[in-house]
């Protein structure tokens, strides 16, 4: 083999080391990006679990508020129906008791009374008794 051959022989394998060299140097530096990325994704999927365990927290304190607020509310409405009860019943006990009353002034007997109000006449008697005014 003449000097020109070896000499090419070497350069060609030095060429070829040097491309191997070169090709595990980026194969690691990608290696190493790839691994940089990855924990960055990591760290991220991380603080995004956090953020949704603090927004699940939070979603629970407002149901449990919601729910607070529900209740009162319930409670709230049934004190009104109560009331509103109450006074329907109160207004409806003053209106017939005012009734009787006017009638039994208007010389109508007990047996008329009940009749026309479809009422006993021992309720019709008991009521004239409590609310009559007296001459």
Do not use: C, H, P, W
Request: hydrophobic share 40%; net charge positive; glycine share 2%.
């Amino acid at each position: 083999m003449s000097n020109e051959a070896l000499i090419l022989q070497v350069i060609f394998d030095v060429a070829v080391v040097f491309y191997i060299l070169l090709s595990r140097y980026y194969e690691k530096k990608e290696k190493e990006s790839l691994l940089k990325l990855i924990e960055s994704l990591r760290n991220l999927v991380e603080k995004q679990k956090q953020l949704i365990e603090i927004a699940n927290l939070r979603i629970g304190d407002q149901q449990e508020r919601i729910s607070k607020i529900l209740e009162d509310i319930r409670r709230k409405n049934m004190l009104l129906t109560e009331l509103l009860t109450t006074i329907k019943n109160k207004t409806y006990e003053d209106s017939l008791k005012e009734k009787i009353i006017r009638m039994k002034r208007e010389g109508k007997s007990v047996e008329e009374m009940a009749k026309e109000l479809n009422m006993s006449k021992g309720e019709i008697e008991l009521i004239i008794k409590l609310y009559e005014e007296v001459k």
